[in-house]
């Protein structure tokens, strides 16, 4: 997650288009290296996938694996399927996966907005708690709230995600009866119409308020659990980036202007430590997506995680390329977002 | 008539090894109006002095002593006690009355925050304006510390300035809310020799227009020479000599001292302070003193967009420096101004012009 | 400040004042005691089912039984032989490959380095679990595999750290002083370098057990790790969801990973403040001013 090294190549052209054709060019290296990671790895390893989606006993029928064959296009040379696959790739055809029997890209319309309503849930959750406690552990350092605030962070981190998971579930649904099930709605309510994917949205859209507080309720305790993760990591990260800055002589200077601790702490403080806050975020949402799998394994979501497990344990080709395609593309995304915040909160990188 | 009055005043940290005396009962009174020069070399305690005025000092310090700094006005009551006072007491004082000018504008102007924000934010804490009289304000500071063309400069970053603007914009920074006291600990040091006789030439100006009283800590004996009314001289955190600023550099009385005028780089004080005081004479008459260039001593004059043909030297304010151009702007400070001799050490200039470069955005994307 | 750039930065371990850093590794060896000592200590045979099922903790057994009627303590301890030793040698291996990886990246430079690094940016441009998933799927389910997947996914950070370490040390003043003394590049890489480099790697290392031992049981909770009758603390969790009334099945073994984890990261955390004094506590930091 390091800021585009463009900055002092070219000088001509205007910068920022300079930065995103840079971006471009190397997010498409990284998504056919990505593709390609994933394609050898799928076929270079022993498990054999006709097996895998046939079962043992289809297998042993040589008719129904040769016709299994040419029908996922495996009977071709690994090169060829490999051109293939990005040729069909440019058409937006990622296939069809050999175990939902959708094509790829339907699965994964469902699947990536589903992953990312828990994701992007989390990480806001995380920034604005782990900022606070990080800053205020910086503040307290070396006194019973620093110390505090270590301890917590480091449980957060060391937390068995899928334990906590079922912990939570247990205590909250099996025992206690206050949070709903697993899944993403209750039975008794239809989906809202599909706009962004994501049932919170979609139904606060479609002004379905029942529909919104049900989802959302489905939502806590996935999102509860990513967070708890996070904020230890963003915690630590935010403590010793502020201890650095607290140091800095601009922070003196406006000490010494007499402004209050408030306005040191939020103009001065916080928007110097952005830049290495920003950076560990970006990392931090990627670790997210993570635990992810196994936050969506305990309370079955049907996400991007789940639906990665389902294809890794089938060896479905086709639905482990797309799971890879995904996740490069939300590591570029979340790389370009992250760039330009950079250029939001310092001047230095806007007009480089 | 006396303005910040400091008395036996010790500073000491608790470290491993037990407490250690940092500072070790000084007695400074500085006089309203005049410029009071702390001089000593570094360690001596001085920057934490100054820190201490401001009730700056790391937590682990304990101050004991007295800091009093009279009313603006005798009749208006008894002085303030700084040593012990309140958080309260201390915010209406810092910025307000009693303000600082650092060494490195590069490090103690916030380099993600515009100008025009850092020159505002504590009027409108401290006098209760409203942004556009604030904003006003800015502008008046600024032209009055001869920033070009200040309605712009408002909506700048630090680093499109060059070294000298940065300082001068700190003055004004300082200066916002009108205060008392100045404390200014080493202004100069972090820039070339030919602008700091423009920024001590300015803290001279406003001493003597505003009746304002200045700390001025520096290692430097030569700007002492130049603009101190009076002088203490420090070491390991006690004072050695303190006096008026002639008395001390003719007729050192303590050997201290005169070890450390023998050590200046010209072959007498006298003959020092004399070139100093020219550089400052030469300064004042320059309208834009030290920003300006010499043309025959800048090689890529022909690369400026608006350098004039005709022979007149071309001004680099901020204002003509193209975003991204290959003059970066520490190099405005490099050539030496018509009329200014070059002193010794002036090597300096090579090592602020290296400040300047490490400060660019290039450097700091590097250990993102 | 001329001392303080010349001096080469050490470990100073008398600073390591930090008592969560001691408790933590207390604790930590206490853990690779048992593990070491699983076969003797555990009550029970961890895989007989001789015992009857489902029983409460308390009475005969500690923690009680599972499913099966196997002992939930002998399980758990025997689960410690099994996790520990594999994520420490996950943890070793990656530190090993890693290192090896980023001194030849730092230390040539140019193409080499660019190869590596483009490596190492793509491994990690994966979350981790789902390549180490992924990788586990392939390799078919077995507790070695998830420790080659795990590895896969875990080397990058270590050859990221040594780079940047080496790359920073190359043109330090002591290494280039070296050089023009003439001594060897071997001679600079192994006395000047290499001592450098030893701490971020033990702190990044020592962080990474936990993260090792989440990863191992959290592929074994997903049934791409250890096998059905082995003692291992993922999948017990595992075993545990068709049990929910049952609620000593699953919370053991977490609170054993969650122990185990938490303790390498105390171990871990005040490693790092005795490295990198900024960070540092009051107690650990000295006096800087």
């Not at chain 1, 479609?206 to 230890?232: E, K």
């Not at chain 2, 001596?44 to 401001?54: D, E, F, N």
């Amino acid at each position: 997650m390091r800021p585009a090294r463009a900055t002092r190549a070219g000088r001509t052209g205007h910068p920022f288009a300079r930065y995103l054709i840079q971006r471009i060019l190397t997010s498409l290296l990284l998504v056919v290296g990505v593709t390609l990671v994933t394609f050898t790895l799928t076929n270079l390893v022993p498990g054999d996938p006709v097996a895998a989606a046939l079962g043992q006993h289809a297998a042993e029928d040589p008719a129904i694996v040769a016709s299994f064959r040419a029908h996922y296009g495996v009977d071709q040379p690994l090169v060829v399927q490999y051109f293939t696959y990005l040729g069909n790739l440019v058409h937006g055809d990622l296939g069809e996966s050999p175990t939902t029997h959708h094509p790829v890209l339907e699965d994964l319309q469902v699947a990536v907005p589903a992953t990312l309503e828990i994701a992007i849930g989390a990480i806001v959750l995380s920034v604005i708690i782990g900022v606070v406690l990080g800053t205020l552990a910086a503040y307290r350092r070396g006194k019973v709230t620093d110390h505090v605030l270590r301890v917590v962070s480091l449980l957060g981190l060391s937390v068995p995600t899928f334990w906590l998971a079922l912990v939570l579930y247990y205590v909250f649904f099996f025992k206690l009866h206050i949070a709903p099930g697993s899944g993403r709605l209750s039975a008794i309510y239809a989906a809202p119409p599909t706009v962004t994917g994501m049932t919170t949205v979609d139904a606060l859209l479609a002004g379905q308020w029942d529909v919104f507080l049900d989802a959302s309720a489905h939502l806590f305790l996935p999102v509860l659990v990513l967070t708890l993760y996070t904020v230890g990591l963003l915690t630590r990260f935010v403590r010793t980036a502020v201890l650095e800055i607290l140091d800095m002589d601009y922070v003196r200077a406006a000490r010494a202007k007499g402004l209050p601790g408030r306005t040191v702490v939020w103009s001065y403080v916080l928007r110097g430590a952005s830049i290495p806050v920003l950076t560990i975020v970006g990392l931090a949402f990627g670790s997210l997506l993570s635990g992810t799998v196994l936050v969506e394994s305990v309370f079955s979501w049907p996400g991007l995680g789940s639906y990665a497990f389902k294809a890794a344990s089938n060896l479905d080709l086709p639905g482990i390329m797309g799971v890879g395609l995904v996740i490069g593309i939300i590591y570029l995304g979340t790389n370009l977002i992250v760039d330009l915040l950079y250029s939001v909160v310092d001047p230095r990188v806007r007009l480089a | 008539m006396n303005s910040l009055t400091i008395e036996n005043l010790t500073i000491s940290v608790a470290t491993s090894s037990g407490q250690r005396e940092i500072v070790s009962g000084i007695d400074i009174t500085l006089e309203r109006g005049r410029i009071h020069g702390l001089a000593g070399e570094s360690g001596s305690g001085k920057t934490m002095t100054a820190l201490a005025v401001l009730n700056l000092l790391p937590e682990r310090a304990q101050l004991t002593g007295s800091i009093r700094l009279a009313p603006r006005d005798t009749t208006l009551g008894d002085p303030t006690e700084i040593v012990g006072a309140s958080k309260r007491v201390m915010g209406a004082i810092r910025g307000r009355r009693i303000a600082m000018v650092f060494q490195d504008p590069s490090t103690s102007l916030h380099p993600q925050l515009s100008i025009g924000q850092q020159l505002t934010d504590h009027v409108r804490h401290h006098l209760g304006l409203n942004k556009r009289d604030a904003t006003a304000r800015a502008v008046e500071l600024l032209t009055r510390v001869r920033v070009p063309n200040p309605e712009g400069a408002l909506k700048r970053y630090p680093h499109q300035f060059s070294g000298g603007q940065r300082q001068r914009i700190a003055i004004a920074v300082a200066l916002a809310c009108d205060p008392e006291v100045l404390l200014a600990d080493e202004p100069t040091t972090a820039l070339d020799v030919t602008v700091q006789a423009g920024v001590l030439q300015l803290l001279r100006e406003l001493v003597d227009e505003t009746n304002l009283t200045v700390l001025l800590v520096t290692h430097d004996l030569g700007v002492m020479s130049a603009v101190a009314d009076e002088v203490t001289i420090m070491k390991a955190g006690r004072i050695v000599e303190s006096g008026p600023r002639q008395r001390i550099f003719t007729a050192p009385e303590h050997e201290y001292t005169r070890a450390l005028l023998a050590a200046l780089p010209g072959s007498t004080v006298e003959e020092d302070a004399d070139t100093l005081a020219q550089q400052l004479a030469a300064a004042a008459e320059l309208p834009d003193d030290a920003e300006r260039l010499d043309d025959t001593d800048f090689p890529d004059r022909s690369e400026l967009p608006d350098a004039p043909g005709d022979g007149t030297p071309p001004s680099l304010s901020d204002a003509d420096l193209p975003i991204g151009s290959s003059v970066l702007p520490g190099q405005a400070d490099l050539p030496d101004v018509a009329g200014f001799p070059s002193r010794p050490g002036s090597h300096r200039a090579e090592s602020s012009a290296t400040l300047d470069i490490s400060d660019g955005p290039d450097e700091e994307r590097t250990h993102v | 400040m001329m001392n303080t750039r010349i001096k080469r930065p050490r470990i100073h371990l008398g600073a390591w004042g930090a008592p969560l850093g001691i408790i933590g590794a207390v604790i930590a060896l206490a853990w690779i005691v048992v593990a070491f000592l699983a076969p003797v200590i555990a009550p029970h045979d961890p895989l007989a089912q001789d015992l009857p099922r489902l029983q409460a903790p308390g009475g005969d057994t500690i923690l009680g039984t599972d499913s099966l009627g196997r002992d939930v303590f002998s399980r758990l301890i025997s689960g410690a032989g099994v996790t520990i030793p594999l994520a420490l040698l996950l943890v070793v291996l990656s530190v090993l490959i890693g290192t090896i990886l980023g001194s030849i990246a730092g230390f040539f430079g140019r193409w080499v380095d660019e190869t590596i690094m483009r490596i190492t940016d793509l491994v990690m441009a994966f979350p981790t679990v789902i390549l180490a998933m992924v990788i586990a799927a392939a390799l078919g389910a077995s507790l070695l595999n998830a420790v080659y997947a795990a590895l896969i996914v875990s080397w990058p950070s270590y050859a990221r750290l040594t780079r940047g370490l080496v790359l920073g040390l190359r043109s330090s003043n002591y290494v280039v002083s070296g050089r023009l003394l003439g001594f060897s590049p071997w001679r600079s890489l192994w006395r000047d370098i290499a001592p450098n480099i030893i701490g971020p790697i033990l702190v990044l290392a020592s962080l990474d057990i936990g993260t090792a031992i989440l990863l191992l049981s959290g592929l074994s909770f997903l049934g791409l790790g250890a096998k059905p009758p082995t003692a291992e603390w993922g999948s017990m969790v595992s075993d545990a969801i068709g049990n929910f009334d049952q609620w000593w099945l699953g919370v053991f073994p977490g609170l054993a990973i969650l122990t185990v984890v938490v303790a390498f990261n105390f171990v871990g955390d005040a490693l790092r403040d005795a490295l990198d004094p900024k960070s540092a506590t009051l107690r650990g930091g000295g006096p800087t001013l």
